[in-house]
């Protein structure tokens, strides 16, 4: 008999410096809309509390296939690993999108189904946060100085480029409504 999957819930605060550590060396934000799965690699993040509420802000380009299944399905996870274990997963899935390639076929990842929304964690990235989208907005570009606009948002590169290209981000305010750890059980 196999070792089963579990889910052992978890308080964010506990792990938010395994979290931030996490976002600093790149984390999977998994989405799903119309039965598919989508999930990339991001290094812009956030854990903080507004409205009174444990808020997970991310930062999507508004070009990325990522973007558009937001906008529709409104949900996502953050799933988070070690860097040593996942870096050719992390790597993966920053460079190829969604729209093209099934990434979580491709790379073999093992779904395990979300407990508060339907987006999955997956057991080789087993730190996941589960968010609802409560708040949006677009980058206000008029803000932005000079010198970020040139290193993160250069005019010429265009949409489809993986890196810094010309799009800007969408911030998604994610209500954190549930958190766990996937860990392997013999029972």
Request: proline share 2%.
């Amino acid at each position: 008999m196999g070792n089963k999957l579990v889910k052992k819930e978890i308080d964010v605060l506990d792990y938010f410096n395994e979290i931030i550590k996490g976002i600093k060396t790149g984390v999977l934000l998994t989405t799903k809309h119309n039965n598919k799965v989508n999930t990339m690699t991001i290094s812009w993040g956030q854990v903080g509390i507004e409205w009174n509420k444990l808020i997970f802000t991310t930062y999507v380009r508004t070009g990325r296939y990522t973007h558009k299944m937001l906008l529709e399905s409104g949900v996502f996870t953050i799933n988070i690993g070690s860097r040593q274990k996942v870096g050719k997963i992390l790597n993966f899935c920053g460079s190829k999108s969604g729209k093209s390639v099934d990434k979580v076929s491709a790379l073999g990842l093992t779904v395990v189904k979300g407990n508060n929304i339907d987006v999955v964690g997956f057991k080789e990235l087993p730190l996941t946060l589960e968010c609802k989208v409560i708040y949006r907005q677009l980058q206000d570009e008029n803000s932005i100085s000079k010198s970020i606009k040139s290193r993160f948002y250069p005019h010429e590169v265009p949409s489809d480029y993986s890196g810094s290209n010309k799009d800007y981000h969408t911030m998604f305010y994610g209500e954190i409504v549930g958190a766990y750890l996937i860990e392997e059980s013999d029972e």
